[in-house]
């Protein structure tokens, strides 16, 4: 199924490297969040966007930066990556914020070296 | 702002038993709580939710009850079977406001 699809599926990289990891959802949902999981798997919300307005952000470092083209696309920069920055991040979308299930992508398995 | 605990974090039951898994939550405010399963190296999938006004909810074998006074609410598995061992993850949502997940139960069911 491609409702919520995220590429890419695994990105390895050195630390100090800028990446970005993609997000579409073919669902017509007003709401879009990202996600991160770490080897604990504790599932820690970190963005979320309201019809390209951003409506949460978490206590993330500013090398996180989150951007929606729009309502379709939530787009996840993140700058001078770090070992710690090691995670799966899944992106998310939902008809509307908070009130009903969130639609989960497949996830983009992260690795710093 | 929210608090989700669940509990336990780890619960292997024998395949055909039960398994419950509880959640309490610290907003009273909070009207929506979804349960995920997250099957390994998969995404988290709904598996059943439940709103405030609504005490219990069930679908096929699994079943979900909520206690707003008490602020808990449990997820309820019956006839486990291999199929259903996978991460469980309760969640709380306050009106207009973001999800609270709780930390996760690894379910493993022996066959």
Known sequence: ?113 | GENVEQHPSTLSVQEGDSAVIKCTYSDSASNYFPWYKQELGKRPQLIIDIRSNVGEKKDQRIAVTLNKTAKHFSLHITETQPEDSAVYFCAASPPFNKFYFGSGTKLNVKP
């Not at chain 1, 990289?13 to 073919?26: A, F, H, Y």
Request: hydrophobic fraction near 30%.
């Open chain 1, 1 to 113: 199924d491609t409702a919520v699809s995220q590429t890419p599926k695994y990105l390895v990289t050195q630390m100090g490297n800028d990446k970005s990891i993609k997000c579409e959802q073919n669902l017509g949902h007003d709401t879009m969040y990202w996600y991160k999981q770490d080897s604990k798997k504790f599932l820690k919300i970190m963005f979320s966007y309201n019809n390209k307005e951003l409506i949460i952000n978490e206590t993330v470092p500013n090398r996180f930066s989150p951007k929606s083209p729009d309502k379709a696309h939530l787009n996840l920069h993140i700058n001078s990556l770090e070992l710690g920055d090691s995670a799966v991040y899944f992106c998310a979308s939902s008809p509307e914020f908070s009130l009903y299930e969130q639609y989960f992508g497949p996830g983009t398995r992260l690795t710093v070296t």
